[in-house]
């Protein structure tokens, strides 16, 4: 993960495109230029992969850049065995967006998100496209690796619950983005779209099971700050993503991410063996018919080739994944908000750290989280929600020990704006 820190005045560029926004801003008060704001679109056979660029986005009159971004803020009181820290507040992230069409089969977009307030500031998406054909997409710069479906299409706005889920943010690593290249292509066909991704990048590192958390962490993968510089190892990392919906029945993807992780030569010399890391995910959704009640799961296998020197705390293989239920309950105009909606949510959660078995006794390793989270949100538009969850969790150690059971009532908001 690539960190950055900066004192906003020293940085010329960044105080100089905030004047310009502003001289914008006071035009626009003038009436000389013409603020123009794209909307969400939710009506068409849209697929995650879509998400990138499927965001609302102010535009001022014929400047060619367009921008948007979203936030989210939240409460959280939780005990542990009966143990609480109290009650705490947490900007959770701020994301802008910048977009440019340099010629109408060249696009720009760039996605930088602030997290914890500015402990972390992260350049997630910052790529090219070229389009060729409707099935021949070219893709350069900083890309979302395109494993599960939350990777892809993970903003605040779009969820009903104020984390994200376990298995995408402490099994997978939420948001992996590396620097490569690739192609990407969709098709119709009556009713049913078909779209493939496939990139070449920089990727996976020993950090992986070299880490704090004293277990295999994908995740840390992302605390190389050198992975938007150059290849760890020099073997790249390939990635790749097949979806297909269907209307009026859903959306299934199936996607790969999978490299050498470890550095097996320096200068000619062998060190180790090539070690590989694989992972295979499979996600859906859906919309009922009649309730409209909407249902997103997703589920990954990871495999990792551990050396032999490390403790069975390091499992080769892991397991997780989530399933989110949302119930439309009032959808009308409420409150002023012309397309205001309260739903009623459940998300169920399980992940496995180590799927493997003790070479002594055979039994099962059990570094294992299970969790429950009923929901209430309400949405002033399908940009804006304000989300009231209770979780439940329980979470098994190395040796399978009693669990220990985590309740949490969480409270947030997020926007897109």
Do not use: C
């Not at 496209?129 to 494993?147: A, C, E, K, S």
């Amino acid at each position: 993960m690539t960190i950055f820190t900066f004192n906003l005045y020293k940085s010329k560029p960044l105080l100089l495109f905030l004047m310009f926004l502003q001289t914008i801003n006071l035009s626009s008060q003038n009436d000389s230029v013409r603020v123009k704001r794209s909307s969400l679109d939710t009506s068409k056979m849209l697929l995650n992969m879509d998400a990138v660029y499927n965001r609302p986005f102010l535009q001022y009159g014929k400047i060619p850049v367009a921008l948007g971004g979203y936030a989210e803020v939240s409460s959280n009181y939780s005990v542990t065995d009966g143990i609480t820290n109290g009650l705490s507040f947490q900007m959770q992230r701020l994301t802008l967006f910048v977009s440019s069409s340099i010629h109408r089969k060249i696009k720009f977009l760039t996605e930088i998100e602030f997290e914890g307030g500015t402990k972390q500031i992260n350049i997630e998406f910052a790529a090219i496209d070229f389009q060729f054909h409707h099935l021949l997409n070219f893709r350069g710069g900083i890309v979302m690796n395109p494993i599960g479906a939350f990777n892809q299409n993970h903003d605040g706005p779009r969820w009903e619950f104020v984390d994200r889920p376990i298995s995408a943010t402490q099994l997978l690593p939420a948001t992996f983005s590396n620097v490569g290249f690739g192609f990407f292509g969709k098709t119709y066909k009556a009713n049913i779209v078909w779209a493939y991704e496939v990139y070449l990048t920089n990727g996976l590192n020993d950090n992986i099971i070299s880490n704090t958390e004293n277990k295999t962490f994908l995740p840390a993968a992302k605390l190389d700050p050198n992975r938007f510089e150059e290849s760890y190892n020099g073997a790249p990392m390939s990635s790749a993503k097949t979806s297909l919906r269907v209307k009026n029945i859903g959306e299934l993807g199936i996607s790969y991410l999978g490299g050498v992780y470890n550095k097996f030569q320096t200068d000619g010399l062998v060190l180790d063996k090539k070690r590989r890391a694989d992972v295979f995910a499979v996600d859906f959704n859906t919309t009922l018919p009649f309730m409209n009640t909407n249902i997103t799961a997703e589920m990954t296998w990871l495999f990792v080739d551990v050396p032999d020197t490390y403790t069975q705390h390091y499992g080769e293989k892991q397991f997780g994944g989530f399933m989110d239920i949302v119930q439309p309950l009032v959808r009308k105009k409420m409150f002023g908000f012309e397309r205001a909606s309260f739903n009623a949510a459940l998300r169920i959660e399980y992940v496995d750290w180590n799927r493997d078995r003790f070479i002594e006794t055979g039994g099962k390793i059990a570094e294992e989280v299970f969790a429950i989270v009923p929901a209430l949100s309400f949405r002033t538009s399908a940009q804006t929600v304000i989300r009231l969850n209770y979780r439940y969790q329980w979470q098994k150690d190395f040796l399978g020990n009693p669990a220990s059971k985590t309740a949490a009532i969480q409270f947030g908001l997020s926007t897109y704006f």
